[in-house]
């Protein structure tokens, strides 16, 4: 069992930069896949970012290419994510996942979750 906590969400103007944190715990991090997915309020939750754990690979959402940067250091069990030139836009909470064995985009593949942190992104 894998137990993953968000950290790193606060308010920030437009243009802004911002870094969460995923610090994972109870299992072997690097065994997954880490995912990161964002719910606005009244929408579903929609894949941002992917990185997988033997040969890197990273993964991006359309609407974050360029903008985000997603990260891993395994020997802290740790993941991150990296926003710049933030927008209203990307006003959500955000969520780490583990798994993305099958379509790193969907929610239903991944199988451990954190419980979010709010970002929000002020015009």
């Known amino acids: 069992q894998v137990q993953l906590v968000e950290s790193g969400g606060r308010l920030v103007q437009a243009g802004g930069s911002l870094r969460l944190t995923c610090a994972a715990s109870?299992?072997?991090?690097?065994?997954?896949?880490m995912g990161w997915f964002r719910q606005a309020p009244w929408k579903e939750r929609d894949f941002v970012a992917a990185?997988?754990?033997?040969?890197?690979?990273?993964y991006y959402a359309d609407s974050v290419k360029g903008r985000f940067t997603i990260s891993r250091d395994n020997a802290k069990n740790t993941g991150y994510l990296q926003m710049s030139s933030l927008k209203p836009e990307d006003t959500a909470v955000y969520y780490c996942?583990?798994?993305?064995?099958?379509?790193?985009?969907?929610?239903?593949?991944?199988?451990?979750w954190g419980q979010g942190t709010q970002v929000t992104v002020s015009s």
């Open positions: 996942a583990a798994g993305g064995l099958l379509d790193r985009t969907s929610q239903w593949e991944y199988e451990y």
């Open positions: 109870g299992g072997t991090f690097s065994s997954y896949q």
């Open positions: 990185i997988t754990w033997r040969i890197v690979s990273t």
